[in-house]
């Protein structure tokens, strides 16, 4: 039965010569789902419903490109002997961090051009950044990537799992903890939660702020369990490292922005 078993095909769509990969086709699912998300809560708060059509259109590549060059960085010892696979994206390897860094970067400068509150402006895109990210773990599924260490079938089997993930977990002999799945899964409740706190009378700045905090408290446990983890020293991972400081900086901040009076409530219209 072992031996029957054949990863999912990776290409989706080959035309002649160019081959159309499925985890391209996750990523962009998920930022176009993420963005009619938060055009609907754009709408929402009173602010032009192209405001995030023009943003992501500058902040998507953006967060490609950093996402890459940051996974790049961290595991240059490959790449500068080998500089033609530094394009490869298709193969997996970009970094949630690195596109993080990107995206707040990118919309820092666009809400100072347009005018507009970075905050609140963050705050609206926090579920759409959470859902993007949990649809794009199916990419790494695809690709029969970060995934966490050698576990049982019948472990696999006890968590209920479809067949299809079971079968696509077992990589060159040896099944594998889906931790594209926990995280996913962890992912998704964040979305709702984040939902959920838009209509609270939470202070601007404290739904993205709290989007970073429960995506970083996930991740530091779910990276534990990874074999492909971006690695700081031999026993230090670079993932929850920089989970941990993002913790404490979003704790930190939402204090010290709850003791300044001119902070204004989430939902106050622009």
């Known amino acids: 039965m072992l031996a029957s078993i054949q990863p999912l095909d ?5 035309l002649g010569p160019i081959s159309i990969y499925w985890y391209g086709i996750i990523i962009a699912l998920g930022a176009y789902l993420g963005l ?15 405001t995030f059509v023009d943003l ?6 953006i967060a490609i490109v950093s996402a890459r060059l940051y996974y790049v960085l961290f595991q240059w010892s490959y790449y500068k ?4 696979d530094i394009f490869a994206i298709w193969e997996g390897g970009i970094a949630i961090h690195g596109a993080l860094i990107g995206s707040v970067i990118t919309a820092i400068v666009f809400t100072r051009k347009r005018g507009l509150s970075f905050w609140k402006i963050a705050d609206i895109a ?6 993007g990210q ?7 599924f695809m690709n029969q990537e970060a995934h966490g260490g050698p576990v049982t079938r019948e472990f696999l089997e006890n968590l209920m799992l479809p067949e299809f993930i079971v079968n696509q977990m077992y990589i060159d002999g040896t099944y594998y903890h889906p931790t594209f799945l926990y995280e996913s899964l962890w992912n998704f409740a964040g979305v709702i939660l984040l939902l959920v706190l838009q209509r609270t009378a939470l202070k601007r700045g404290e739904i993205f702020l709290s989007y970073v905090i ?19 020293t031999e026993t230090l991972r670079v993932a929850q490292v920089i989970s941990v400081v993002l913790v404490i900086v979003s704790i930190a901040l939402i204090v010290y922005r709850r ?12």
């Not at 990776?10 to 080959?14: V, W, Y």
């Not at 009619?36 to 192209?50: H, V």
Request: proline residues 7%; aromatic residues 10%.
């Open 134 to 140: 949990a649809i794009g773990r199916w990419g790494n």
């Open 126 to 131: 926090a579920p759409s950044l959470l859902l």
């Open 259 to 270: 003791t300044k009076k001119s902070t204004k409530p989430y939902n106050e219209k622009v």
């Open 10 to 14: 990776r290409i989706a769509l080959q």
């Open 81 to 84: 002997d080998n500089p033609g």
């Open 56 to 61: 992501i259109l500058w902040a998507v590549p």
């Open 36 to 50: 009619l998300l938060a055009i609907r809560e754009t709408q929402r708060q009173g602010l032009p419903k192209e």
């Open 214 to 232: 429960w995506y970083s408290f996930g991740r530091f446990f779910i990276e534990g369990l990874r074999t492909d983890s971006l690695m700081l």
